[in-house]
């Protein structure tokens, strides 16, 4: 047990109550009772986690990507705000600058190194010619051992320069979060390979990703917030390309959501080692393939309809096909794929990412520890779990 309970019993309390709170608190494994204080947030990632890197090294895309929330388009591949800012919001944070961004970027607490269509592995096909970002996890994170040292020369101008760049103990006290590994899958499915080959490779994905947190960790940091990887067989973009997948239930691609789960479970093993590794770090995998997959499973209960159906697209039986995506001109047109009357009541916003009324309620399920490995909500995972 490293964390002795921190609980004020008030006088009213009764002695029912106390006996409750007494075998609550030694039954439970997990002993820390006080909220974190994390003063900057540094994620890694590729669109999920992104809020405007890969735009700002490329182009952003078009309107009505952002109408929900920021009236335009920050490079955020969503209608509105992204899980990552909920977390942010929710530790009285600003949201994210993305590191790439040279033009009014303040990163005093904390900066985003995930760009669109990252990968964990080194991509063989890079933008603008190709497919995935050149900003593969382990530039991400080069990126950040560049930046802590660049911090310290900002910081030592004082001024208003100190005032852009994260205080030094900032970097051992922020909140790491992790939000990567569905381009893999993805790069797989669409290469030339089958799906038992893809599923082949994900012990080599996550060995990578382990790879990187390592290296992060020795560079200082000790609170990890690691999501999974998401139920990719219910996307638009997996249901559009491949039309004759085996479909469950709630018509999500079967083998697809296979190979996730897989990949899933090989991280979660992982990271479980990993804590015996990192002995100063406090590791949470976060699984984020439930809630969204429920969403899915039951989507009148959350406020939606058309589960299946992208809400910004060109058509067809998914809102969904290359010839014209979300905010892109349609091929041999001059026409762009608008969005859908109400956003807020649909999952799927492009085809690939979610609304923001998705992300929203997705970020409420796992922040309160539901979903979270050890079982711990987000305000509390500074401390390290005593398994
Ligand atoms: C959103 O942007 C459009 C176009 O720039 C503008 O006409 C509109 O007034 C803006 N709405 C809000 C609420 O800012
Ligand atoms: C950067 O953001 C911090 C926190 O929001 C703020 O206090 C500081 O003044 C900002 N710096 C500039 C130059 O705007
Ligand atoms: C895909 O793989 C098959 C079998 O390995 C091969 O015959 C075919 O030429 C490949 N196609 C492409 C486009 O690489
Ligand atoms: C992926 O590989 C694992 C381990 O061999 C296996 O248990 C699982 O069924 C495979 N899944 C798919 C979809 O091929
Ligand atoms: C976490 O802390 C924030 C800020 O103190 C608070 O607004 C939020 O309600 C807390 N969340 C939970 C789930 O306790």
Known sequence: MRFMAQIKFPCHMSLASLVIVILFTTTSPIFATKDCYFPAIFN???SNSDTGG???AFEAPGFPYGETYFNRSTGRYSDGRIILDFI???FGLPYLSPYLNSLGSNFSHGANF???ASTIRMPTSILPQGKF???FLTVQSIQFKDFIPKTKLIRDQGGVFST???KEDYFSKALYTFDIGQNDLTAGFFGNTSIPQVNATIP?????FIENIKNIYNLGARSFWIHNTGPIGCLPLILASFPSSIKDGYGCALKYNEVCQYFNLKLKEALTQLRNDLPLAAITYVDVYSPKYSLFQNPKKYGFELPLMACCGNGGKYNFNSRGRCGEVITGTKKVPGSCLNPSSRIIWDGVHYTEAANKIVFDQ???GAFTDPPIPLNMTCHKNST
């Open 133 to 135: 970002s050149p900003f």
């Open 44 to 46: 890694f990632g590729a």
């Open 366 to 368: 796992i922040s309160t």
């Open 114 to 116: 995930a760009t669109v």
């Open 88 to 90: 942010a919001q929710n």
């Open 54 to 56: 890969l735009a700002s």
């Open 164 to 166: 852009l760049v994260p």
């Open 204 to 208: 080599d994905i996550v060995g990578k």
